[in-house]
């Protein structure tokens, strides 16, 4: 007596094609041959748990079997033709699991990109921070390929036409069985293209492209920053025979600034004032990345490292009408060469000063020095 199709893969008769796929899976992987390679009872179990897949996942086999059992399928194969078949069992339910689960079957790739479909460029360009923050309009020229115009792309010479490979029947894949698997390979005659040429381009050679550089317009959005990546769609290398182009991403680096750190959407520029500024206050004046300048106020007693913020001064934000900040961080810088007079001068002022009011971290500091070393002579 025939073993019942539901039983064998473990599921109600009124499962869905979801808890059928979920179940045969789960079956396929556990009992195939390649796992269980001296179990003639997994093999057997497996060629029945194949062929209740192939029968129930078809609404219409699947409406015969409920209806008249197994006895329906006598002296007829349920599943696909002998040429899709390997080691003697049907493989039509196992190749799709396998194939949605690893995306290739007996090492054939599916569903990705076509062999003949043009190949991407890249292209590194530096701007500067100005251009970055600004954005440009720029031209590139880039080596590359493009479409024959005198195939128009089809690689047969004009007033003749590919024609369908007569081994693969046009699909540009052939199949082979392999013990227990089928094997499905690119075409060696037509090299996946699915049809072959009588009588070549003498332009192109076949190939429905030729060589030849472009020269492009960029066009590039202010705000970028280092390491973004423009795409062109369709501008990298021509496809062969017909195929789709590849595209030609444009990778930007951005040169180093003499005055500005970017950091984010802000900028940050470090300015060295002299002494009597820093203590007496005043005002700076710096380059502002739109072309301008910016005036700063230091008041009295400004301290070096001390930053000042400036907003709306800052980088463009990509894709928005908003700016950064422009951040100035002060440098005090001590004066050299100082004459006999300026020597005399800061000595007067040393003598005149109070360090607990005038210079209130220093004076903290050494008290605090002072305070451990008498701790440790006691």
Known sequence: MAKDYYQLLGVSRDADAGALKKAY????????????????QAERRFK????????????????????????AFEGASAGPSAGQRGGGFDFGGF??????????????????????????????????????????????????TERCQTCNGSGAEPGSSPTSCGIC??????????????????????????????????ICHGEGRVQKDKTLQVNIPAGVEEGTRI???????AGVRGMPPGD?????SIKDHPFFERGGADLQCTV?????????????????????????????????????RVRGKGMSVLRSSSRGDLYIAVKVETPVKLSRRQK?????????????????????????????????KN
């Open 95 to 144: 190749a799709d699991i396998f194939d949605e689960m690893f995306g290739e079957f007996g090492g054939a790739r599916r569903g990705g990109r076509n062999a003949a479909q043009g190949s991407d460029l890249r292209y590194n360009m530096t701007i500067s921070l100005e251009e970055a923050f600004s954005g440009k309009e720029t031209t590139v020229r880039v080596p590359g």
């Open 48 to 71: 029945e748990v194949n062929q209740a897949y192939d029968v129930l996942k078809d609404p219409e086999k699947r409406a015969m079997y409920d209806r008249f059992g197994a006895a």
């Open 248 to 252: 030609l991403y444009i990778f930007l």
């Open 272 to 308: 060295p004032i002299t002494m009597t500024t820093a203590a007496l206050g005043g005002s700076i004046e710096v380059p502002a990345i739109d072309g301008g300048r910016v005036k700063v106020t230091i008041p009295e007693g400004t301290q070096a490292g001390q930053s000042f």
């Open 169 to 202: 029947k046009g699909r540009g894949r052939v199949r082979a069985s392999q013990g227990f698997f089928t094997v499905e390979r690119t075409c060696p005659t037509c090299q996946g293209e699915g049809s072959t040429l009588d009588k070549p381009c003498k």
């Open 344 to 376: 005399e001068l800061l000595k007067a002022f040393e003598e005149a000063s109070d360090l607990k009011s005038s210079s209130p971290e220093s004076h903290g500091f050494f008290a605090r020095v002072k305070d451990f070393l008498d701790g440790l």
């Open 25 to 40: 899976r789960k079956l396929a992987l556990k009992l195939h041959p390649d796992r269980n390679p001296d179990d003639k």
């Open 231 to 237: 795409r062109l769609a369709g501008e990298g290398e």
